[in-house]
């Protein structure tokens, strides 16, 4: 008996990966969707069906490639840290009493 089978611990991506999108940017690309269906159903009661996807379909292109991009560059984490760093101040100072010994 050579002894006991060794069983690696790995982390587990639980994630959701949806169409190139994983993480937060799921949701943001979620949000996007539902907000342009409805802009696009108030335009078409408002206005014309031509008009709503003339306005509707060119800026929903856009927002999901700014966030094909984000997912390209930072990824989920490092876009999760970059909303988190917004939120930081630029510049901390630190006040401390100087003691003099004389």
């Not at 982390?11 to 907000?35: E, H, N, P, Q």
């Not at 269906?37 to 008009?51: A, N, Q």
């Not at 379909?57 to 984490?77: A, E, F, R, S």
């Amino acid at each position: 008996m050579k002894g006991k089978p060794v069983y690696r611990i790995s982390k587990v991506d639980t994630r959701i990966y949806v169409k190139g999108f994983s993480g937060v940017l799921v949701y943001k690309a979620m949000y996007a969707i539902l907000i342009a269906l409805g802009v696009f159903v108030g335009l078409y009661l408002l206005t014309s069906p031509f008009i709503a996807l003339l306005v509707v379909v060119p800026l929903l292109l856009v927002v999901l490639y700014q966030l094909n991009k984000l997912q390209q560059t930072l990824g989920p984490d490092g876009y999760q840290k970059k909303q988190i760093a917004k939120q930081l101040p630029a510049f901390v100072s630190i006040k401390q009493e100087i003691k003099q010994l004389f």
